[in-house]
């Protein structure tokens, strides 16, 4: 067995800046895929973990625990809803989501967007758009239809008495960070109420970096589910599914989901989150990388895309040898997901950077 040799080889973290083999430090504006949220190695949540690991690791998901009631009352303070599911990812977040729209509506049909991605096991899957991830693994799970994202009108030919659930992100993450449009949320909300289907937002990815604790907050409409994974425990894997439906006892389930560990890091990650104000402070800390070559970046906050006219992969390495990581979303499209504890000067030095890579290889 080996590694990829080609691949940066990491050891150390610390902040928003890694350290490679040769001691070469970066300035990790991926961080994991949005993971890191706090940073790397932040030291009051190592020692909470640290603590964890001597207290209580396992329960098991027929028990109860302090370290889970932790993590639902830090999670109360952001959001309202009466249930959450925990597994251990993003796609198992999504699979439950999945799972619990068809069994409450007792309706087979999921109505999914173009570009949009979900993650890769077979639920997952077959509401995730790209041909490459889905290529070779058929069939999928029968029921899934994709309508063009942002267009209403597709919507309103789309979704019926027939559809269970549609399932969409406010802010496409590896579609190219593409925001969807005010009046496309609306419509899928009013549309899914008028249907009895349920609408299903996956914040995997848009969750705490936009300005809000939830991407969709910007929309003023309420989902029946969330999806959240990536940066809830910044690092220990976690995913979580909230509902306003009881989920079934034994009728889904993990073995390591709403484990106290994972439990303890989530709700130490949202603490600190809440007490740094890091969600409020994103906004603030936001750039905009202009340039000849740039067509426009777009997102939100901490959550940012820069669409170029060309290729964006040999920046990403470019970028990589001027100390910044970052990698695409799409061909065109350079991604930038920071820790959120960045500074506005780091922020701004990423954009002189990728600025200074665009322009040198004119
Ligand atoms: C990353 C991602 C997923 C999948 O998460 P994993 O933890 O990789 O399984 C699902 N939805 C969105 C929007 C994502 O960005």
Request: charged residues 25%; aromatic residues 8%; contains cysteine.
């Amino acid at each position: 067995m080996s590694l990829y040799k080609k691949r940066l080889k990491l050891v150390r973290g610390k902040g928003v800046y890694v350290w490679d083999e040769e001691g070469n430090r970066y300035l990790d504006a991926i961080a994991g895929i949005g993971v890191a949220i706090l940073g790397h190695s932040n030291e009051r949540l190592a020692s909470i973990i640290a603590e964890q690991m001597e207290k209580l690791v396992v329960a098991g998901p027929m028990f109860n625990h302090e370290e889970k009631e932790e993590a639902l009352e830090e999670l109360s303070r952001f959001v309202s809803f009466e249930y959450a599911y925990f597994g251990n990812s993003g796609t198992e977040a999504v699979e439950a989501a999945l799972k619990f729209a068809r069994f409450y509506t007792g309706k087979k049909e999921i109505i999914a967007m173009t570009k949009a991605f979900h993650g890769r096991t077979f639920g997952s899957l077959s509401a995730t758009w790209k041909k490459k991830y889905r290529e070779g693994f058929g069939p999928l799970v029968p029921g899934f239809k994709h309508i063009p994202f942002n267009n209403v009108e597709a919507a309103k030919e789309a979704i019926t008495k027939e559809t269970a659930a549609v399932i969409v992100e406010p802010i496409q993450g590896e579609g190219g960070i593409v925001p969807a449009k005010e009046e496309f949320i609306k419509t899928l909300r009013d549309l899914t109420e008028e249907n009895d289907a349920l609408l299903i937002v996956d914040e995997v990815q848009s969750a705490f970096r936009t300005g809000k604790f939830l991407a969709i907050e910007h929309y003023n409409v309420q989902p029946d589910m969330v999806t959240m994974g990536k940066g809830l425990a910044n690092g220990i894997p976690i995913g979580v599914t909230l509902t306003n439906f009881d989920v079934p006892r034994g009728k889904h389930g993990s073995t390591f989901g709403g484990n106290p560990l994972a439990c303890k890091a989530m709700a130490t990650t949202l603490r600190i989150l809440r007490e740094e104000k890091l969600i409020e402070k994103a906004s603030e800390k936001s750039i905009t990388v202009t340039g000849d070559k740039v067509i426009m970046t777009r997102g939100k906050g901490l959550m940012l895309g820069i669409l170029l006219r060309e290729s964006a992969g040999k920046y990403v390495e470019m970028l990589q040898g001027k100390g910044l990581l970052v990698n695409t979303a799409g061909s065109r499209v350079i991604r930038l997901l920071p820790p959120l504890i960045i500074t506005k000067e780091q922020m701004l030095w990423v954009k002189e950077t990728i600025e200074g890579a665009l322009n040198g290889n004119q």
